[in-house]
């Protein structure tokens, strides 16, 4: 089967940079790392899909679920983006991707599903304006339900102990995983030499919307912002790969972006006002090499090339 016939299906709300997450994200970006030629298909939550296990790889009549299938689907088809790597940057690989899991996975889980505001005003307003009645209040109580139960089995030994009592952990592992990422990367643009690999991927997967997604309330992604060879990391992921545009295109103005994510905002809030009041009355009422293309320029050579 060659690359050409490989078509990637994500199932995530239509629109929505709350379902941008990982593995989606993560899977979307190594195939793009690799070269390989795939299709996105985003689906909206109903009652015909509401099993389906996402992402999704098709290929002719093979499909593919779980992510670590599916990256080892695409390297049998020599589509690798790890084809370059050492074997000791191949350790550091599984070494980095371990801590992620570890450290970042449970507070990108608590600040999207778990924290009161952001699941208020974004995370619940997002899902449940894709999904029809009564999937609008199934889908998200069950996406946070399932966050929850994965923090506290990961973060404490006792089923007793609350989500408040393990936040201070939760968030203080994950400075301490992005400060470690941001060591790792440096100057570079990318962690491995100058193209990206599957550990590029990962941690795209998992900071990119931490760095995008406008949050009402977000102590990790004030710490990241911090970071700036991180955020810059994504950027350039973001123009190189997902912009669409010609290499040379000029990116929109700061203006333009903070305008879009004012209207976004806007949008969740009365989504939000909404779904409270149905909400109320529903409640008051009964009831091998890789084929893979040359490496993108990324935007920091591309400015150091341009003449005066």
Not at 10 to 28: D, E, F
Not at 89 to 107: I, N, S, W
Request: some cysteine; aromatic content about 8%.
């Amino acid at each position: 089967m060659g690359g050409e016939e490989t078509r990637l299906v994500l199932v995530l709300v239509r629109g929505s940079v709350v379902a941008r997450t990982t593995p989606g994200v993560y899977i979307n970006a190594y195939a793009k790392f690799s070269g390989a030629n795939v299709t996105v298909s985003p689906i909206d939550w109903t009652w015909r899909t509401l099993t389906v296990t996402t992402p999704e790889l098709v290929c002719g009549d093979c499909t593919v679920t779980e992510p670590a299938d599916i990256l080892n689907f695409l390297r049998k088809q020599r589509f690798n983006a790890d084809y370059e790597l050492t074997a000791r940057q191949g350790a550091d690989t599984m070494a980095y991707v371990a801590l992620v899991e570890e450290k970042l996975r449970p507070a990108l889980l608590h600040t999207f599903w778990v924290d009161a505001e952001n699941y208020a005003n974004l995370t619940r307003p997002w899902f449940a304006s894709r999904s029809p009645f009564p999937l609008n209040f199934l889908v998200p109580s069950r996406h946070a339900n399932k966050a929850l139960s994965r923090i506290l089995l990961s973060k404490v030994e006792s089923p007793l102990y609350s989500i408040t009592e393990v936040e201070g952990k939760l968030y203080s592992d994950a400075k301490e995983c992005l400060n470690l990422l941001s060591h790792r990367l440096g100057g570079d643009n990318y962690f491995f030499g100058n193209s990206p690999s599957s550990l590029d991927a990962f941690v795209f997967g998992f900071v990119a919307p931490l760095h995008k997604v406008a949050l009402p309330s977000s102590p990790l992604q004030s710490h990241l912002r911090q970071l700036a060879n991180l955020t810059s990391f994504c950027d350039n992921i973001l123009a190189v790969y997902f912009s669409g545009s010609r290499p040379g295109t000029p990116l929109p103005a700061q203006e333009t972006v903070d305008a879009n994510l004012q209207k976004l905002t806007q949008l969740v809030n009365k989504e939000s006002n909404l779904i409270e009041k149905m909400d109320d009355n529903l409640r008051s009422s009964p009831q091998h090499k890789p084929r893979r293309p040359e490496p993108k320029p990324s935007l920091a050579n591309e400015r150091s090339s341009t003449p005066a």
